[in-house]
């Protein structure tokens, strides 16, 4: 348990540094970090984040992906991301030792906004504070555990806290649309701690297991004179019919469609899909995936092909990390219900990395055309308490 004393110091300090703290987010929301697979524009605001961390006075890494012979044959490699300019970067405080070290983990990447009339202004990236509300990509999400992380590090320092365990602040690219290949190579680089938070975004809630998923990249070639409306066509009839199969059986999964790109070509239409399968933890995501795949096989006259990547399911309840995480739950919000994560890089630092992970706050998803991502104050107000109490409660003090 944290100690009330020390709690009650670190909120106070929290409340004293809002506008700071707020300002923070507001720039990171500024900056537009979009991903679209295979590229991603995050170096700008990654840069932006490893500069806030000199002056925050911790140890600072950039360390660009690289797609070597082991990033290649991990089970979690996804092929044709490109990678080049797109930094990882993280940083370090550390302890006075005889702790435990804690890892804090999110992505500064968004996927690209609506139309801009839903936004304040009709601009995604105006990023002010109105009424107590900000709007904009990452407002939520994963810009918000990032920006509240740091600021937690930073309220601890200012209270002179000292920290047993060492703690490090990490914020990689190319999450979005399920990439998890900069959490991918910040594990192969050896980024390692005895605990992690994932910095899914704001609001009350954490998560201590995730559900498992597959991505299906989908290469159909028409083999004969076709329009692309009747290929595309004819492939969401063949999802929308599985769906209706799948749809209140135990286990069955969700599925989610991006990506999509079709054109003629000479031999009529090519087309490449993008979909996702996510299962309840503990499906058979792989039983799931072949009843896919035979069934999308099946469409008439067209020639099929898929590369798959299944990324597991994570499970670390009943861990230590669980009951710090619900203790600071209870302390800073009053309790908060326990759930499931969507496919994150929360797996890949369980299974691969080898860490008691939970996954702090809730990601924001996917909006639908008339919404735009926004965060309240006192939300991501008490992110940065939550974040300080987990830290305390699972480093320890001295003293």
């Known amino acids: 348990m944290v100690d009330a004393a020390i709690l009650e110091q670190l909120s106070a300090a929290v409340m004293e540094s809002r506008d700071d703290f707020a300002a923070l987010l507001a720039r990171f929301v500024r900056v537009p970090s979009v991903s679209v697979p295979p590229e991603g524009n995050e170096g700008p605001l990654q840069e932006i984040i490893a500069d806030r961390m000199w002056e925050m006075g911790l140890e600072v890494s950039r360390v660009v992906p690289n797609p070597s012979n082991e ?46 009339s839903v936004w304040p202004g009709n601009d995604p990236y105006c990023a002010k504070w109105c009424d107590g509300v900000l709007a904009g990509p990452g407002s939520a999400s994963g810009k918000a555990g990032l920006a509240a992380a740091m600021s937690a590090i930073s309220v601890i320092k200012k209270c002179g806290i000292k920290l047993r365990g060492d703690v490090t602040v990490a914020s990689v690219v190319d999450e979005v649309f399920f990439g998890c290949q900069g959490m991918l190579s910040l594990v192969l680089e050896g980024v390692r701690a005895d605990g992690a938070l994932y ?3 704001a609001g009350k809630g954490y998560s201590l297991r995730g559900k498992g998923m597959t991505d299906c990249n989908i290469a159909i070639d028409g083999g004969q004179p076709k329009s692309v409306e009747t290929v595309v066509k004819k492939a969401f009839d063949c999802i929308d019919s599985l769906r209706s199969e799948w749809e209140g059986a135990k286990g069955s999964p969700c599925m989610l469609v991006d990506n999509l790109e079709a054109r003629s070509c000479v031999r009529g239409c090519c087309m490449n899909l993008n979909v996702e399968l996510i299962a309840e933890a503990g499906a058979d995501i792989e039983q799931l995936t072949k009843a896919f795949a035979n069934k999308i096989s099946g469409i008439d006259g067209i020639n099929f092909s898929a590369g798959v990547r299944v990324l597991e399911n994570w499970d670390c309840s009943g861990s230590e990390i669980a009951t710090v995480v619900s203790d600071a739950a209870g302390a800073v919000w009053g309790g908060a219900a326990e759930g499931q994560s969507e496919p994150c890089g929360a797996f890949l630092l369980s299974n691969y990395g080898r860490m008691q992970t939970a996954s702090l706050g809730r990601e924001w998803g996917f909006a639908s055309p008339g919404e735009c991502e926004s965060v309240k104050m006192d939300e991501y107000l008490d992110l940065v308490k939550m974040i300080c109490a987990a830290i305390v409660g699972w480093c320890g003090v001295e003293g």
């Open 71 to 116: 990033f290649k044959k991990h089970p979690s490699y996804q092929e044709g991301r490109n990678l080049s300019k797109r930094p990882n970067v993280w940083g370090m405080m550390e302890g006075s030792g005889g702790g435990r070290s804690l890892l804090l983990a999110g992505h500064s990447d968004v996927m690209a906004p609506f139309n801009s």
């Open 199 to 201: 910095l899914a975004g």
